[in-house]
Antibody
Framework: QLQLQESGPGLVKPSESLSLTCTVSGGSISSSSYYWGWIRQPPGKGLEWIGNMYNIGSSYYNPSLKSRVTISVDTSKNQFSLKLSSVTAADTAVYYC?????????WGRGTLVTVSS | QSVLTQPPSVSGAPGQRVTISCTGSTSNIGAGYGVHWYQQLPGTAPKLIIYDNSNRPSGVPDRFSGSKSGTSASLAITGLQAEDEADYYCQSYDSSLNSSVFGGGTKLTVL
C-alpha cells in the first residue's frame, strides 16, 4: 500500500526559504504515469494547490506561487521535495504531499509549518 | 475567492440526504475535466471519496455518490451518520490557469 510522509522544519523565519521532503513508501516514485504534488491548508482555511511534478522532471505550479516555488524529485531516495522562498506569515499552513492522477490519492498526514521570527 | 464555488455549510439530521454543490466554469468543469471530492475529518488529511465525477474508491460506502452536469457537480450523502460530520472539498483542473483547483470547502453538520 502506497504511503507518503512529509518531513521538515516546523518553524521558518520570515524572508527565509521553506524546505519540505515527501518520502514515498510501498511503491516507486519513478514508476508509471503519476504526478506527485504539494497542497497546503492555512489554519482554519481551505485547500490550496501548490504544484505537481512528473518523475522525469516536468513541473507545474500555482500561478500565484510560481515565482517562489520549486518542486524536485530524488528517485534514488524515492522522495520529492518542495522549496518555497521568501516566506511570510501568509505561508503558515499544514503542507500535504500526495500522488496525483488528476485526483490526489493517497495523501500524507501533513506537516505544520509556522512562519515566525 | 476559489475558482470552484461551494456552499460554506450544509446540515442534516441522521438518516437524511444532503447534497453539496460545486460550481465552476467553461474552463474547468464545463470543459469536461473530472470532478473529485474529498472528505476531511477534524485534524486529519483529506481523503478521496469520489473521483472522475461519480466513481467511488474501494472502501467508500455507497451512501456517497457524485454527479456532474454542465459547469456544476454535486456530492450526495444518503443515510446521514454522525461520522459523516466533516469538511468536504471538490477539485478539478482549470485549463485557463493550467492548474489543479479546489473549492472553498463545505462544512457538513449532522444535527
Amino acid at each position: 500500500q502506497l504511503q507518503l510522509q512529509e518531513s521538515g522544519p516546523g518553524l521558518v523565519k520570515p524572508s527565509e526559504s521553506l524546505s519540505l521532503t515527501c518520502t514515498v513508501s510501498g511503491g516507486s516514485i519513478s514508476s508509471s504515469s503519476y504526478y506527485w504534488g504539494w497542497i497546503r491548508q492555512p489554519p482554519g482555511k481551505g485547500l490550496e494547490w501548490i504544484g505537481n511534478m512528473y518523475n522525469i522532471g516536468s513541473s507545474y505550479y500555482n500561478p500565484s506561487l510560481k515565482s517562489r516555488v520549486t518542486i524536485s524529485v530524488d528517485t534514488s531516495k524515492n522522495q520529492f521535495s518542495l522549496k518555497l522562498s521568501s516566506v511570510t506569515a501568509a505561508d503558515t499552513a499544514v503542507y500535504y504531499c500526495a500522488r496525483n492522477q488528476h485526483y490526489y490519492d493517497p495523501w500524507g498526514r501533513g506537516t505544520l509549518v509556522t512562519v515566525s521570527s | 475567492q476559489s475558482v470552484l464555488t461551494q456552499p460554506p455549510s450544509v446540515s442534516g439530521a441522521p438518516g437524511q440526504r444532503v447534497t453539496i454543490s460545486c460550481t465552476g466554469s467553461t474552463s474547468n468543469i464545463g470543459a469536461g475535466y473530472g470532478v473529485h471530492w474529498y472528505q476531511q475529518l477534524p485534524g486529519t488529511a483529506p481523503k478521496l471519496i469520489i473521483y472522475d465525477n461519480s466513481n467511488r474508491p474501494s472502501g467508500v460506502p455507497d451512501r456517497f455518490s457524485g454527479s456532474k452536469s454542465g459547469t456544476s457537480a454535486s456530492l450526495a450523502i444518503t443515510g446521514l451518520q454522525a461520522e459523516d460530520e466533516a469538511d468536504y472539498y471538490c477539485q478539478s483542473y482549470d485549463s485557463s490557469l493550467n492548474s489543479s483547483v479546489f473549492g472553498g470547502g463545505t462544512k457538513l453538520t449532522v444535527l
